[in-house]
Antibody, heavy 114, light 112 residues
Framework: EVQLVESGGGLVQPGGSLRLSCAAS????????MTWVRQAPGKGLEWVAT????????LCVDSVKGRFTISRDNAKDSLYLQMNSLRDEDTAVYYC???????WGQGTLVTVSS | DVVMTQSPLSLPVTLGQPASISCRSS???????????LYWFQQRPGHSPRRLIY???NRESGVPDRFSGSGSGTDFTLRIGGVEAEDVGVYYC?????????FGQGTKVEIK
């Protein structure tokens, strides 16, 4: 059974940093593109970042470019999202997903507020 | 970015009756490899999204056959053959043909 378990969310002040993690199991992580998608409270879904199987290609949407970095450790079956210079509008539940949303984690809430 | 427009945004349905959600993209979604990267997701209240349909018309394993996807180019449809109580939630279309992948606004399905 595919499992994706996010962690690392919490309350952070504007301008602060946070690192999200996603532990994967039940599939061959090292051969899967991985993705972060977020959902602001009461709002729709927004693609954030994607990383190729071997980490050689990383893509981020314009709204987070230069602030967020996606990475992975295939030896640990783990996906990460380093979030710097956080803004109020980054407040959301952040989901880890396999590929183009084939499987999703339960999400971790990030709240940016002073 | 490709804009995905869903309609309706709210869909009250009688149990057992069919339902249909439309999704239109601002650009064609057929990629040069011959695949249309259009997906449908269901998000039940308090839950993570779940992928129902991939490549416009292929049902994911374990998804009831009352769900079907159709369409091509810029016009796509998700049909629910006969709505059941467990189908309540928000449905999203998403394209991954063009970077960045983009979602529709969501359609809230509720029981009348």
């Amino acid at each position: 059974e595919v499992q994706l378990v996010e962690s690392g969310g919490g309350l952070v002040q504007p301008g602060g940093s946070l690192r999200l993690s996603c532990a994967a199991s039940g599939f061959t992580f090292s051969t899967s593109w991985m993705t972060w998608v977020r959902q602001a409270p009461g709002k729709g879904l927004e693609w954030v970042a994607t990383i190729k199987e071997d980490g050689s290609q990383k893509l981020c949407v314009d709204s987070v470019k230069g602030r967020f970095t996606i990475s992975r450790d295939n030896a640990k079956d783990s996906l990460y999202l380093q979030m710097n210079s956080l803004r109020d509008e980054d407040t959301a539940v952040y989901y880890c997903a396999r590929g183009n949303g084939h499987s999703w984690g339960q999400g971790t809430l990030v709240t940016v507020s002073s | 970015d490709v804009v995905m427009t869903q309609s309706p945004l709210s869909l009250p349905v009688t149990l057992g009756q069919p339902a249909s959600i439309s999704c239109r993209s601002s650009q064609g979604l057929l990629r040069s490899d011959g695949i249309t990267y259009l997906y449908w997701f269901q998000q039940r209240p308090g839950h993570s999204p779940r992928r129902l349909i991939y490549n416009a018309s292929n049902r994911e394993s374990g998804v009831p056959d009352r769900f079907s996807g159709s369409g091509s180019g810029t016009d796509f449809t998700l049909r629910i053959g006969g709505v059941e109580a467990e189908d309540v939630g928000v449905y999203y279309c998403m394209q991954a043909t063009h970077w960045p992948p983009t979602f529709g606004q969501g359609t809230k399905v509720e029981i009348k």
